[in-house]
């Protein structure tokens, strides 16, 4: 092995055999090369001109990821030779380009890895010694910098890169979050784990590029089974079985699996009949190797009416993730659809009764007829779904209904009026109402009656009960009304990382219970409670065990301006409400949650004697209340006032009292802006002077520090034990005159705020 370390100054000569990402062998161009490549340390010539002695060759691996890769989330690890694309991490559509700012070599690029979570990520396992380089940007919009890291068992390297700001690392390359190149040294069998530090990353091109030693063949091994469990009746799928060559200095090699020297038999399993069967792989004249595949017995079938779906950009142009949902009420004349609807098979193992298995099924595999259904008249109908698989049939049916009476409107506004124990006709006017039993009906109702009715108000009225309900709010002028907010809860349980019922794997900004969108101008919920089911430790040891790594889950989503609030409760436990620009008011409402549970992006939101509660959590810290940036674009359309907290009172629980360690804010992003004024602090908030670490102070560093120019982190005027007398580091006391513009609507709500601007001011008050 010593000739492996003569020959590491010589990683980028040419080579005698290169290899591609699948496997496939690539002409080398000539003989000698020299090479110019930008590394984390700048741009650096390695001036190496040389020939690989007879004993080594190089293998360059390549993952374009616009071109090998299929844009959404696999529920398996995606394995590409040697790349590896963890399971549920998001493969996106993103048009970039990456220019060399020394050589002016470019590459363009059409689609990414998104790694925006704790579970995302893509591993590399080197074959030899050399480097990998990837071509990553900053995913987050309005942070200064980001950072990338690459695990291994020698430890983790970090680098930083452009955000809205030139990185140390990178002092050739522009700001606006570039793609840059970044390398790193690698060793033969190691593996690499590249992710980030917070926020979102996108890798849209890697190179392992290395030299290894000669040496024979001596076997194969299968690093993928492949697809091994299946529902009977369905077709076996070999496709994403994945092997390696072994050589005997323990070298491993990954192979196409269209390679010819590749055998993959499948003849002994009988799908049509549950059981244990082996598929036969074979490379060259090396015995053989099985895999188990089992075939599951059908027991029935479970139907999903909620389908995320990666929308249409925001009017500020933020990405969405929008709940689809099966359309329940229908207008008159309106076809029959099951749109959106997920039908998964419910699975026993052939022989051990114990193991389950779900499967979603391709809408080619059943059918939705509703014989009964009369778009004509009013009524409730019977839709019927059917799966056939392997001669058996298993049906589940589910109720539509089609409304043709005319809304009622009371003193011109639309009234509807929602409550489970309703038993009449659905749509039927009663008490000055239209009646419903669901939420979801009475939206469907309302969307029915068309943009005619956009600028008319429309009143939602909720008897007391729960709802179980993932809602997407689009209408204009409504007003979601309860009856009580103790009692009109609407919850729903989705969770980053884990899948909806139709397979999407759930990112932040699709957990929301309910989501306000920007064509949901003139918002008003009133007495209502709006909770993600996943708001205390209990729940997540109850539904994933102890230490789950994960907790971000929202309860409300608000992308719309003139949004309302009052009288009503947020529960969650990291990211409870999420403000994605516009103007909005909460007032007289509980919030609660224990890490960044307020937080948004370019908003302004004025929050009114609100109690702000911090609850006890596994982390043994204080949490953090907020988490803002305020921009969605840089220093173009970065805000002045953004969240402001008047006549407050921040409360928590007695052990995270007891800590005095609670964050009042922590940066998301650049333009940060925070203000606490004539409000009630209690002793968990800390009063540590901010030093730009990530924890315990009074504010605390994320994407960006409280002690970066950008940010606002402001006081004026309170009391408790958690009340500064006198400003620390990281934040600024005002005075009167200083604070008076923050509570003035006709400045925080008006035309112009910092360098955003709206078409008109936002004419409201508090009454």
């Known amino acids: 092995m010593k000739k492996r370390t003569l020959i590491l100054s010589l990683l980028f000569a040419s080579s005698i055999g290169l290899v591609s990402c699948g496997g496939k062998k690539e002409p080398s161009s000539s003989n000698q090369t020299s090479q110019t490549t930008s590394s984390a340390q700048g741009t650096t010539s390695l001036g190496q001109t040389t020939s690989i002695d007879e004993n080594h060759e190089e293998i360059v691996s390549i993952l374009d990821v616009s071109k090998d890769c299929t844009v959404g989330k696999s529920a398996d690890d995606v394995i590409i030779g040697p790349y590896t694309i963890l399971k549920n991490t998001e493969v996106r559509s993103r048009t970039k380009s990456w220019t060399d700012p020394?050589?002016?070599?470019?590459?363009?690029?059409?689609?990414?890895?998104?790694?925006?979570?704790?579970?995302?990520?893509?591993?590399?396992?080197?074959?030899?010694?050399?480097?990998?380089?990837?071509?990553?940007?900053?995913?987050?919009?309005?942070?200064?910098?980001r950072t990338v890291t690459f695990t291994s068992s020698s430890g983790t390297k970090s680098f930083k890169i452009p955000g809205s700001e030139v990185s140390p690392d990178f002092p050739d390359y522009p700001t606006s979050s570039p793609v840059v190149k970044v390398t790193i040294d690698v060793n033969e069998g190691e593996e690499y784990l590249i992710q980030r530090d917070t926020g979102t990353i996108d890798v849209y091109y890697a190179e392992l590029k290395v030299i290894a030693e000669k040496a024979e063949l001596t076997g194969f091994e299968i690093s993928s089974k492949g697809k091994v469990d299946y529902v009977e009746g369905e077709t076996y799928d070999g496709s994403k079985i994945q092997v390696n060559a072994v050589y005997g200095n323990g070298r491993r090699d990954p192979l196409s699996i269209t390679d010819q020297d590749i055998k993959i038999d499948s003849s002994n399993v009988k799908m049509n009949e549950p059981g244990v069967y082996n598929v036969s792989v074979q490379y060259k004249n090396f015995a053989a190797q099985n895999i188990e595949v089992t075939v599951y017995q059908l027991d029935d079938i479970t139907l999903g009416f909620n389908k995320v779906t990666n929308g249409p950009s925001s009017k500020a142009g933020n990405s969405t993730y929008v709940n689809n949902t099966v359309k329940q009420v229908f207008a008159k004349d309106e076809e029959f659809n099951s749109n959106n609807l997920t039908v998964t098979?419910?699975?026993?193992?052939?022989?051990?009764?114990?193991?389950?298995?779900?499967?979603?099924?391709?809408?080619?595999?059943?059918?939705?007829?509703?014989?009964?259904?009369?778009?004509?008249?009013?009524?409730?109908?019977?839709?019927?779904?059917?799966?056939?698989?392997?001669?058996?049939?298993?049906?589940?049916?589910?109720?539509?209904?089609?409304?043709?009476?005319?809304?009622?409107?009371?003193?011109?506004?639309?009234?509807?009026?929602?409550?489970?124990?309703?038993?009449?006709?659905?749509?039927?006017?009663?008490?000055g109402y239209n009646q419903f039993t669901t939420i979801q009906q009475a939206l469907d109702y309302l969307k029915n009656l068309g943009s005619t009715y956009d600028s008319k108000a429309k009143v939602i009225s909720l008897a007391e009960a729960t709802y179980k309900e993932k809602l997407e709010i689009t209408i204009p002028n409504l007003t979601i009304l309860g009856d009580n907010k103790e009692n009109v809860i609407i919850e729903w349980d989705s969770l980053y990382g884990l899948n909806d019922e139709s397979g999407f794997a759930h990112v932040t900004d699709s957990t929301q219970t309910v989501a306000v969108r920007d064509s949901a101008v003139d918002c008003l919920i009133k007495g209502v409670t709006i909770s993600n089911w996943f708001n205390c430790?209990?729940?997540?040891?109850?539904?994933?065990?102890?230490?789950?790594?994960?907790?971000?889950?929202?309860?409300?989503?608000?992308?719309?301006?003139?949004?309302?609030?009052?009288?009503?409760?947020?529960?969650?436990?990291?990211?409870?409400?999420?403000?994605?620009?516009?103007?909005?008011?909460?007032?007289?409402?509980?919030?609660?949650?224990?890490?960044?549970?307020?937080?948004?992006?370019?908003?302004?939101?004025?929050?009114?004697?609100?109690?702000?509660?911090?609850?006890?959590?596994?982390?043994?810290?204080?949490?953090?209340?907020?988490?803002?940036?305020?921009?969605?674009?840089?220093?173009?359309?970065?805000?002045?006032?953004?969240?402001?907290?008047?006549?407050?009172?921040?409360?928590?629980?007695?052990?995270?009292?007891?800590?005095?360690?609670?964050?009042?804010?922590?940066?998301?992003?650049?333009?940060?802006?925070?203000?606490?004024?004539?409000?009630?602090?209690?002793?968990?908030?800390?009063?540590?002077?901010?030093?730009?670490?990530?924890?315990?102070?009074?504010?605390?560093?994320?994407?960006?520090?409280?002690?970066?120019?950008?940010?606002?982190?402001?006081?004026?005027?309170?009391?408790?034990?958690?009340?500064?007398?006198?400003?620390?580091?990281?934040?600024?006391?005002?005075?009167?005159?200083?604070?008076?513009?923050?509570?003035?609507?006709?400045?925080?709500?008006?035309?112009?705020?910092?360098?955003?601007?709206?078409?008109?001011?936002?004419?409201v008050s508090l009454d």
């Open 102 to 145: 020394i050589t002016k070599e470019s590459k363009d690029f059409v689609s990414s890895i998104k790694i925006g979570g704790t579970t995302d990520g893509l591993k590399v396992k080197s074959n030899g010694v050399g480097t990998l380089s990837i071509y990553v940007q900053n995913g987050s919009s309005g942070v200064a910098t």
């Open 345 to 431: 098979a419910n699975c026993t193992h052939p022989t051990e009764a114990e193991k389950k298995l779900d499967v979603i099924m391709l809408a080619s595999n059943y059918t939705v007829t509703s014989e009964t259904f009369d778009k004509t008249k009013d009524g409730t109908y019977d839709a019927k779904v059917s799966l056939t698989l392997n001669n058996k049939t298993k049906e589940k049916t589910y109720k539509v209904h089609v409304v043709t009476t005319a809304p009622s409107e009371v003193e011109n506004k639309v009234q509807v009026r929602v409550n489970p124990n309703y038993e009449g006709v659905i749509g039927a006017i009663q008490d």
């Open 537 to 763: 430790e209990e729940h997540f040891d109850e539904r994933l065990g102890k230490n789950y790594p994960e907790h971000r889950a929202l309860a409300l989503l608000v992308q719309s301006d003139h949004f309302i609030m009052d009288d009503s409760k947020l529960l969650g436990y990291q990211d409870t409400v999420e403000f994605f620009t516009g103007r909005q008011i909460v007032k007289n409402t509980y919030i609660e949650g224990t890490t960044d549970f307020i937080f948004g992006s370019n908003n302004t939101t004025y929050f009114y004697n609100c109690e702000i509660h911090s609850i006890n959590n596994a982390k043994g810290n204080g949490g953090y209340i907020t988490a803002f940036k305020g921009t969605n674009k840089g220093a173009q359309d970065a805000i002045k006032y953004g969240a402001i907290f008047d006549n407050c009172n921040f409360t928590a629980d007695e052990e995270i009292i007891s800590l005095k360690k609670t964050s009042i804010g922590r940066c998301w992003g650049a333009y940060a802006a925070v203000m606490i004024m004539n409000s009630q602090l209690a002793g968990h908030i800390s009063t540590t002077p901010s030093t730009g670490v990530n924890k315990d102070q009074r504010y605390v560093a994320m994407n960006a520090s409280p002690l970066d120019e950008t940010v606002q982190f402001t006081e004026y005027n309170n009391t408790g034990d958690g009340a500064l007398k006198e400003a620390v580091a990281g934040m600024k006391l005002l005075t009167e005159e200083e604070a008076k513009n923050y509570n003035d609507f006709n400045v925080i709500f008006g035309i112009e705020n910092g360098a955003l601007k709206y078409a008109e001011a936002w004419n």
